[in-house]
């Protein structure tokens, strides 16, 4: 009886977590920016196949002990996506909160705003590389 309360409070809270994400990626337009600046409107039924997939196997991977043995290549593969899909929720998240006109509007940047916006996206790149290349998380 209390594998069976546990599964079905598990499988709740799943919901709830889910729809969280998804109504906080819709409200943020995450999703529709990526269609409008790739323009792609047409594969509509690619990017929910993906998204639920990519929700599918995340789960599987951080509930299950999965070992897989693909390399190191698909390690970093896997690091490059998973860096652009957070990268794309912070600059959603950044683009809905004004944050950008407000910065540069405070330092009075005018010219050279996408240098800006690019080099801020090299230098997260380059200290994750180098984060990572230090091993500085262990």
Excluded at 41 to 67: Q, S
């Amino acid at each position: 009886m209390e594998h069976i309360l546990l599964a079905v409070t598990g499988f709740a809270s799943g919901f709830i977590v889910a729809g969280g994400e998804v109504a906080l990626m819709i409200g943020l337009g995450i999703i529709t920016r990526f269609i409008g600046v790739t323009h792609t409107a047409k594969h509509i039924r690619y990017y929910e196949d993906a998204i639920l997939l990519g929700a599918l196997a995340g789960t599987i991977l951080t509930v299950f002990d999965v070992r897989l043995a693909a390399g190191a290549w698909i390690l970093g593969l896997g690091g490059l996506f998973m860096g652009m899909f957070v990268g794309g929720w912070i600059m959603a998240l950044a683009e809905v909160i004004n944050v950008f006109p407000v910065y540069f509007r405070r330092l009075g940047i005018t010219k050279g705003v996408s240098w800006v916006i690019l080099a801020m996206a090299a230098g997260k790149t380059l200290g994750g590389l180098l984060h990572f290349y230090m091993r500085w998380g262990k």
